[in-house]
């Protein structure tokens, strides 16, 4: 899997830079689009680190909050679904590394699946999807035990197709690091993969 470059396309630049003024100067129908649009993907952020039920749903809505707060900052220096997703990645670690949580599980079960993957689009034939749905199962428990500074940077560069750049800029830390972490993630997913 590769991320995709960090370019964007000029007419959904526009869209979005349109969509956060209208949604900053008050406008419910482009707050509720916004909603509609990306409410998905923060609830995917929040599933593929390991978070269930009630915490699933306060970290959500707290994300849903940091959006509508910080789209008066929002200059269209990247992708809006980026720029949310950087939010809701730095709003899952601060949920991760409060105190009251440090010492839990991530939450992931043994027999979870990325809820964005988990359906499969019809066409194929029923023992191929089943395949691909014990591999995506057997990928997520070994994710969940990958730990989460790492898993974190894989989730975000794989999965939220961010830039080493954008992730170092994003969550505040040396692109080094980033590069470090995706290293140290890449290796022990492997492991607990069994592959070379």
Do not use: N
């Amino acid at each position: 899997m590769a991320p995709r470059p960090d370019t964007c396309p000029g007419r959904r630049h526009v869209e979005d830079l349109d969509l956060a003024r209208r949604c900053a100067g008050g406008d419910e129908d482009a707050q509720r689009d916004l909603v509609d649009r990306f409410g998905p993907l923060v609830y995917s952020v929040c599933a593929r680190h390991g978070l269930d039920g009630p915490d699933r749903e306060d970290v959500a809505q707290q994300i849903m909050l940091d959006v509508f707060r910080g789209l008066p900052r929002y200059r269209g220096g990247s992708r809006l679904s980026t720029w949310i997703y950087s939010l809701a990645l730095r709003r899952v670690a601060d949920h991760f590394r409060s105190p009251q949580r440090r010492d839990e599980p991530s939450g992931l079960a043994e027999d979870d699946t990325f809820p964005a993957t988990a359906s499969m689009p019809g066409g194929r034939p029923p023992d191929q999807e089943v395949v691909e749905r014990d591999e995506q199962a057997r990928v997520a428990r070994a994710l969940a035990r990958v730990p989460e500074p790492e898993r974190a940077a894989l989730l975000a560069y794989y999965l939220g197709e961010l830039s080493v750049t954008e992730i170092a800029r994003e969550l505040k830390i040396p692109e080094g690091t980033v590069k470090t972490r995706l290293h140290r993630g890449r290796l022990a997913l492997r492991k607990e993969l069994g592959t070379p």
